[in-house]
């Protein structure tokens, strides 16, 4: 299977992408394929909505790093997501990226992708997850895209919170996992 991981975080070594890291271990072990795009390090305009392309008719107007994002998200064959809660739903970074979906959506929905989604958050209460459940549970049945599995891990400032936790063997199963039906 070929994975693309996209992270969201602008702390390379911080708690969503450890997430990641657990991820990919599990992902490698089974055999799948593994591409990576870092949200916060690539040059990604966002969207202004002028539909130029009329969701994937025409080129975006923008030739930054999604024109080789395109390719990528297109021969996926699952998308993996990790990022830092912010402000209860995915960061700006990765938020920017996935609004440029829109230039290639009629390329990309429908397509039999599976998908995965990774978050920390660093208040300790649960329920502080339920706007990024939700926004996720909606964004994939626009897509089309099959959930293969979700981590929502509350309560965490630091990698060292999930070092040895049941949430960082949820993450390293998920990846060994994903080819399964
Ligand atoms: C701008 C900003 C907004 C945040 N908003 C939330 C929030 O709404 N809920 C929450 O639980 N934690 C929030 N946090 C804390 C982070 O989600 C948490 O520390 C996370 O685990 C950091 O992940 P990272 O190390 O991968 O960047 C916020 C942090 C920042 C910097």
């Known amino acids: 299977m070929n994975i693309l991981e996209i992270t969201g975080s602008p702390h390379k070594h911080g708690c969503s992408n450890y997430l990641m890291e657990q991820f990919t271990a599990g992902a490698k072990k089974a055999g799948h394929e593994i591409t990576r795009v870092d949200a916060a390090f690539v040059n990604v305009h966002p969207c202004i909505g002028c539909d130029h392309c009329e969701s994937g008719l025409h080129p975006c107007i923008y030739k930054d790093d999604m024109v080789e994002i395109y390719e990528k998200l297109k021969a996926a064959d699952a998308v993996v997501y990790s990022t830092p809660l912010y402000y209860h739903a995915p960061s700006a970074q990765l938020m920017a990226l996935i ?20 978050v920390t958050g660093g208040n300790p209460d649960p329920t502080f997850m339920d ?6 549970a909606t964004t994939l049945r626009y ?4 959930k293969a599995g979700e981590l929502y891990v509350h309560g965490c400032t630091t990698p060292e919170n999930l070092e040895n936790t049941e949430s960082a063997r949820k993450a390293y199963e998920l990846g060994l996992t994903i080819g399964e039906k």
């Open 99 to 118: 609004d440029r979906y829109h230039g290639i959506d009629n390329l990309i929905r429908n397509t039999g992708k599976r998908s995965v989604l990774l």
């Open 131 to 136: 706007g990024i459940k939700q926004w996720y």
């Open 143 to 146: 897509l089309g895209w099959e």
